[in-house]
Protein backbone atom coordinates (compact mmCIF):
# COMPACT_ATOMS: atom_id res chain seq x y z
CA UNK A 1 0.00 0.00 0.00
CA UNK A 2 1.15 3.08 -0.94
CA UNK A 3 -0.03 7.16 -0.41
CA UNK A 4 -3.05 6.23 1.10
CA UNK A 5 -2.57 7.94 4.63
CA UNK A 6 -6.15 7.86 5.84
CA UNK A 7 -6.52 4.19 5.21
CA UNK A 8 -3.48 3.47 7.16
CA UNK A 9 -3.97 4.94 10.30
CA UNK A 10 -7.33 2.76 10.47
CA UNK A 11 -4.99 -0.10 9.51
CA UNK A 12 -2.79 0.66 12.44
CA UNK A 13 -6.30 0.43 14.82
CA UNK A 14 -6.02 -3.17 14.44
CA UNK A 15 -9.77 -3.45 14.16
CA UNK A 16 -10.55 -5.61 11.00
CA UNK A 17 -9.51 -3.04 8.72
CA UNK A 18 -6.35 -5.38 6.50
CA UNK A 19 -4.51 -3.04 4.28
CA UNK A 20 -6.16 -4.05 1.30
CA UNK A 21 -9.79 -3.59 -0.27
CA UNK A 22 -12.31 -5.98 -1.49
CA UNK A 23 -15.89 -5.90 -3.29
CA UNK A 24 -17.61 -6.39 0.25
CA UNK A 25 -15.51 -3.57 2.02
CA UNK A 26 -15.88 -1.14 -1.03
CA UNK A 27 -19.51 -1.88 -0.99
CA UNK A 28 -20.22 -1.47 2.59
CA UNK A 29 -18.43 1.72 2.25
CA UNK A 30 -20.43 3.39 -0.13
CA UNK A 31 -24.15 1.70 0.84
CA UNK A 32 -23.59 2.38 4.87
CA UNK A 33 -20.92 4.01 5.79
CA UNK A 34 -22.05 3.90 9.31
CA UNK A 35 -21.65 0.25 9.45
CA UNK A 36 -18.28 0.29 8.06
CA UNK A 37 -17.24 2.67 10.65
CA UNK A 38 -19.14 0.11 12.69
CA UNK A 39 -17.18 -2.67 11.45
CA UNK A 40 -13.64 -1.57 10.24
CA UNK A 41 -13.11 0.76 12.74
CA UNK A 42 -14.54 -0.58 16.23
CA UNK A 43 -14.59 -4.42 15.40
CA UNK A 44 -17.76 -5.06 16.29
CA UNK A 45 -19.46 -7.24 13.52
CA UNK A 46 -23.40 -7.87 12.99
CA UNK A 47 -25.63 -11.07 13.34
CA UNK A 48 -25.59 -14.00 10.57
CA UNK A 49 -29.38 -13.82 9.05
CA UNK A 50 -31.01 -16.87 7.95
CA UNK A 51 -30.40 -16.15 4.12
CA UNK A 52 -26.13 -15.64 5.05
CA UNK A 53 -26.77 -19.38 6.21
CA UNK A 54 -28.91 -20.41 3.24
CA UNK A 55 -26.54 -18.73 0.82
CA UNK A 56 -23.53 -20.81 2.39
CA UNK A 57 -25.36 -24.19 2.75
CA UNK A 58 -26.66 -24.08 -1.13
CA UNK A 59 -23.17 -23.25 -1.99
CA UNK A 60 -21.56 -26.37 0.36
CA UNK A 61 -24.33 -28.62 -1.34
CA UNK A 62 -23.82 -27.57 -4.95
CA UNK A 63 -20.04 -28.35 -4.71
CA UNK A 64 -20.44 -31.18 -3.23
CA UNK A 65 -22.26 -32.58 -5.98
CA UNK A 66 -20.14 -30.65 -8.77
CA UNK A 67 -17.32 -32.19 -7.18
CA UNK A 68 -18.90 -35.78 -6.99
CA UNK A 69 -19.10 -36.23 -3.20
CA UNK A 70 -22.78 -36.52 -2.36
CA UNK A 71 -25.77 -37.03 -4.89
CA UNK A 72 -28.19 -34.24 -5.07
CA UNK A 73 -31.01 -36.20 -3.01
CA UNK A 74 -27.89 -36.47 -0.33
CA UNK A 75 -26.64 -32.81 -0.62
CA UNK A 76 -29.71 -31.59 -0.20
CA UNK A 77 -30.82 -33.35 2.85
CA UNK A 78 -27.13 -32.36 4.27
CA UNK A 79 -27.95 -28.57 3.81
CA UNK A 80 -31.50 -29.24 5.73
CA UNK A 81 -30.20 -31.09 8.58
CA UNK A 82 -27.62 -28.07 8.94
CA UNK A 83 -30.29 -25.36 8.51
CA UNK A 84 -32.31 -27.23 11.44
CA UNK A 85 -29.17 -27.47 13.91
CA UNK A 86 -28.14 -24.01 13.26
CA UNK A 87 -32.16 -22.85 13.86
CA UNK A 88 -34.04 -25.50 16.18
CA UNK A 89 -36.55 -23.39 16.48
CA UNK A 90 -38.02 -21.85 13.40
CA UNK A 91 -39.67 -18.48 12.98
CA UNK A 92 -41.21 -17.02 9.45
CA UNK A 93 -37.79 -15.53 8.50
CA UNK A 94 -36.25 -19.12 8.75
CA UNK A 95 -39.44 -20.77 7.09
CA UNK A 96 -39.04 -18.89 4.50
CA UNK A 97 -35.15 -19.62 3.84
CA UNK A 98 -35.41 -23.29 5.11
CA UNK A 99 -38.45 -24.04 2.40
CA UNK A 100 -36.30 -22.94 -0.65
CA UNK A 101 -33.17 -25.26 -0.17
CA UNK A 102 -34.31 -28.16 -2.14
CA UNK A 103 -35.43 -25.79 -5.40
CA UNK A 104 -32.66 -23.30 -5.10
CA UNK A 105 -30.03 -26.50 -4.91
CA UNK A 106 -31.60 -28.55 -7.95
CA UNK A 107 -32.12 -25.14 -10.32
CA UNK A 108 -28.23 -24.94 -9.01
CA UNK A 109 -27.09 -28.14 -9.85
CA UNK A 110 -29.01 -28.20 -13.19
CA UNK A 111 -27.80 -24.59 -14.73
CA UNK A 112 -23.94 -26.04 -14.05
CA UNK A 113 -24.51 -29.52 -15.88
CA UNK A 114 -21.72 -30.38 -17.63
CA UNK A 115 -19.68 -27.15 -16.18
CA UNK A 116 -17.51 -29.85 -15.34
CA UNK A 117 -14.99 -30.37 -11.99
CA UNK A 118 -14.76 -26.91 -10.17
CA UNK A 119 -10.96 -26.36 -8.94
CA UNK A 120 -10.07 -25.27 -6.01
CA UNK A 121 -7.36 -24.62 -3.83
CA UNK A 122 -6.56 -27.26 -0.95
CA UNK A 123 -10.33 -27.61 -0.79
CA UNK A 124 -10.90 -23.63 -0.40
CA UNK A 125 -11.88 -21.61 -2.56
CA UNK A 126 -9.34 -19.64 -4.85
CA UNK A 127 -8.48 -16.62 -3.62
CA UNK A 128 -7.59 -13.42 -6.00
CA UNK A 129 -4.76 -10.82 -5.20
CA UNK A 130 -3.89 -8.07 -7.60
CA UNK A 131 -2.59 -4.38 -7.03
CA UNK A 132 -5.01 -1.66 -7.90
CA UNK A 133 -2.92 2.10 -8.79
CA UNK A 134 -4.05 5.16 -9.82
CA UNK A 135 -1.14 7.96 -10.38
CA UNK A 136 0.57 8.30 -7.19
CA UNK A 137 -1.22 5.96 -4.95
CA UNK A 138 -1.50 1.57 -4.21
CA UNK A 139 -3.71 -0.97 -2.76
CA UNK A 140 -4.01 -4.60 -2.89
CA UNK A 141 -7.02 -5.99 -3.97
CA UNK A 142 -8.34 -9.36 -2.71
CA UNK A 143 -11.56 -11.61 -3.32
CA UNK A 144 -12.71 -15.41 -3.39
CA UNK A 145 -13.74 -17.25 -5.96
CA UNK A 146 -16.65 -19.58 -5.67
CA UNK A 147 -16.32 -21.96 -8.86
CA UNK A 148 -13.64 -22.06 -10.93
CA UNK A 149 -13.83 -24.96 -14.19
CA UNK A 150 -11.49 -25.88 -15.91
CA UNK A 151 -13.38 -24.75 -18.67
CA UNK A 152 -12.29 -21.59 -18.47
CA UNK A 153 -15.25 -20.04 -16.44
CA UNK A 154 -15.53 -18.47 -12.79
CA UNK A 155 -18.86 -18.46 -11.77
CA UNK A 156 -20.33 -17.04 -8.65
CA UNK A 157 -23.74 -18.32 -7.26
CA UNK A 158 -26.02 -15.99 -5.71
CA UNK A 159 -28.88 -17.17 -4.12
CA UNK A 160 -32.07 -15.24 -4.31
CA UNK A 161 -36.13 -14.70 -3.50
CA UNK A 162 -36.38 -12.30 -6.95
CA UNK A 163 -33.63 -12.62 -9.91
CA UNK A 164 -32.55 -9.55 -11.13
CA UNK A 165 -32.81 -8.53 -14.60
CA UNK A 166 -29.42 -6.51 -14.36
CA UNK A 167 -26.73 -7.23 -11.94
CA UNK A 168 -26.47 -4.61 -9.09
CA UNK A 169 -23.88 -2.00 -8.97
CA UNK A 170 -22.60 -4.33 -6.01
CA UNK A 171 -22.23 -7.06 -7.97
CA UNK A 172 -20.30 -5.49 -11.29
CA UNK A 173 -18.01 -4.63 -8.87
CA UNK A 174 -17.46 -8.14 -7.91
CA UNK A 175 -17.66 -9.25 -10.59
CA UNK A 176 -14.67 -7.07 -12.08
CA UNK A 177 -12.46 -7.35 -9.21
CA UNK A 178 -12.52 -11.16 -10.62
CA UNK A 179 -12.58 -10.37 -14.21
CA UNK A 180 -9.41 -8.17 -13.06
CA UNK A 181 -7.34 -10.71 -11.59
CA UNK A 182 -8.31 -13.70 -13.83
CA UNK A 183 -8.52 -11.82 -17.53
CA UNK A 184 -8.32 -14.98 -19.43
CA UNK A 185 -11.31 -16.28 -17.99
CA UNK A 186 -15.17 -16.01 -18.84
CA UNK A 187 -16.70 -14.85 -15.12
CA UNK A 188 -20.81 -15.22 -14.99
CA UNK A 189 -22.68 -14.42 -12.27
CA UNK A 190 -25.55 -17.62 -11.46
CA UNK A 191 -28.72 -16.13 -9.83
CA UNK A 192 -30.61 -18.72 -8.55
CA UNK A 193 -34.16 -19.16 -7.46
CA UNK A 194 -36.86 -21.61 -6.82
CA UNK A 195 -38.10 -21.44 -9.79
CA UNK A 196 -35.48 -21.12 -12.06
CA UNK A 197 -31.44 -19.96 -12.61
CA UNK A 198 -29.96 -17.07 -14.41
CA UNK A 199 -26.67 -15.83 -16.02
CA UNK A 200 -26.04 -12.68 -15.91
CA UNK A 201 -22.34 -10.60 -16.53
CA UNK A 202 -23.01 -7.51 -16.60
CA UNK A 203 -20.66 -4.29 -16.73
CA UNK A 204 -17.39 -2.83 -18.45
CA UNK A 205 -14.55 -4.34 -15.81
CA UNK A 206 -12.33 -1.36 -16.92
CA UNK A 207 -14.97 1.05 -16.53
CA UNK A 208 -16.11 -0.36 -13.10
CA UNK A 209 -12.49 -0.91 -11.87
CA UNK A 210 -12.28 3.15 -12.50
CA UNK A 211 -15.21 3.89 -10.60
CA UNK A 212 -13.47 1.67 -7.41
CA UNK A 213 -10.61 4.07 -7.97
CA UNK A 214 -12.72 6.83 -7.32
CA UNK A 215 -14.12 4.95 -4.62
CA UNK A 216 -11.18 4.23 -2.89
CA UNK A 217 -9.62 7.45 -2.60
CA UNK A 218 -12.78 8.59 -1.47
CA UNK A 219 -12.27 5.61 1.39
CA UNK A 220 -8.83 7.26 2.25
CA UNK A 221 -10.37 11.04 2.28
CA UNK A 222 -12.80 9.64 5.23
CA UNK A 223 -10.65 7.77 7.10
CA UNK A 224 -8.26 10.62 7.01
CA UNK A 225 -10.27 13.25 7.81
CA UNK A 226 -12.51 11.11 10.63
CA UNK A 227 -11.24 9.28 13.33
CA UNK A 228 -13.73 5.56 14.20
CA UNK A 229 -15.44 7.55 17.32
CA UNK A 230 -15.51 11.41 15.13
CA UNK A 231 -17.70 8.84 12.69
CA UNK A 232 -19.52 6.94 15.09
CA UNK A 233 -20.84 10.85 16.16
CA UNK A 234 -21.12 12.11 12.83
CA UNK A 235 -22.65 9.85 10.69
CA UNK A 236 -26.47 9.47 11.40
CA UNK A 237 -28.22 5.47 10.27
CA UNK A 238 -30.22 5.72 7.57
CA UNK A 239 -33.68 4.63 7.92
CA UNK A 240 -33.51 2.93 4.69
CA UNK A 241 -30.12 0.81 5.46
CA UNK A 242 -30.80 -2.66 5.64
CA UNK A 243 -27.20 -3.51 7.02
CA UNK A 244 -29.07 -2.19 10.39
CA UNK A 245 -31.80 -4.55 10.19
CA UNK A 246 -32.19 -6.37 13.17
CA UNK A 247 -28.80 -5.04 14.74
CA UNK A 248 -30.33 -3.95 18.14
CA UNK A 249 -27.29 -4.37 20.28
CA UNK A 250 -24.76 -3.18 17.47
CA UNK A 251 -27.37 -0.11 16.81
CA UNK A 252 -27.15 1.03 20.33
CA UNK A 253 -23.15 0.82 20.39
CA UNK A 254 -23.22 3.00 17.47
CA UNK A 255 -25.34 5.56 19.15
CA UNK A 256 -23.39 5.38 22.67
CA UNK A 257 -26.67 3.60 24.06
CA UNK A 258 -24.62 1.42 25.95
Known amino acids: MKNLPGIQKWVKLKKGFEPYVSPSKLNLFRNSPSMFACRYGFGAKGQSSPAMWRGIYIEDAVVEVLTEKKSIEEAIKGAQDKFKKKYFMFDDRVEREYKVLDPMIQNSCEALDGFGIPEFDNGRQKKIEFDISDDDWSIGGMGYLDLVFPNG?????????????TMSADHQLQRAFYKTAMSNYQCRFLYVTKSKAVFLEDGDEVDVMNDAKILIKKLDNFCNTLTPDQARKSIPISGSDYYWNGEDNLRNFYNEKE
Request: charged letters at 15%.
Open 153 to 165: QIVDLKTTHMCPS
